[in-house]
Each structure stands twice: as structure tokens, then as C-alpha cells.
């Protein structure tokens, strides 16, 4: 499984799951019941949830880490926004935007690693 470290601020924020393959994007959170501690679509530029069992909060990132836009709690069977600029895009259990006061403007930044 591929991994990444989120760093909000240039403090470590979370280790989740990285999707990079067109079947990882593809797939998504498909099947789950949960997206556990998260999941980063390295090189996303949109998000649905046809299919899923549990609405997402989404967070929309330019190339550079900058939080482009904030999706709270988005329902199985939608579509998510289409934001100029998006390169990539993490999705987290509904509620994480909210409980972590996660912002738009912000700056992440990251680091791969594999297990």
C-alpha cells in the first residue's frame, strides 16, 4: 500500500492512503464503509460518490498544496465541484474539514512513502 504524510502549516497532520494508478483514481472509496484515515488522489481534478455507502468531506488542492476549496459532507450518488486549478484532491470521513478547522488558502505539503 502507498502512503503519504500530510504536513497542514508544516505540521504533520496525517498519514493516509495515496491513489496515483488510473484504477486507484478510478476506484476511489469504492466498497468501503469508511474512508478510514483518508485517501489523496494524486493528480485528481474531480470527485464523485455514485456508488458509495457514506458521504466525504472533500479538499481541493492546487500543484503548489494551496487548499483551492472545501466540500463538507458530500452525499452518496453526487458529483463533487469542478474548481479551476485542482491537481489533486483528498477525501476524508464527513466531518474532518470541520473538526480540524481546515481552510481554504491553507498550504499543505507532503511526503510519499511505501510500505
Partial sequence: MKTITIYRHRAFFRQIELATTMDELTKGLLGRNNAGS???????TAVHTYGMRFGIDVVYLNQNGLVLGLE??????REG?????????????????????????EPWHWILKRL
Fill in 81 to 105: 465541484m469542478q474548481l479551476s486549478r485542482t491537481s489533486h484532491i483528498v477525501e476524508f470521513n464527513a466531518g474532518t474539514i470541520k473538526y480540524y478547522r481546515i481552510r481554504i488558502g
Fill in 72 to 77: 463538507e459532507r458530500l452525499l452518496p450518488n
Fill in 38 to 44: 483518508g485517501l489523496f488522489l494524486f493528480g485528481a
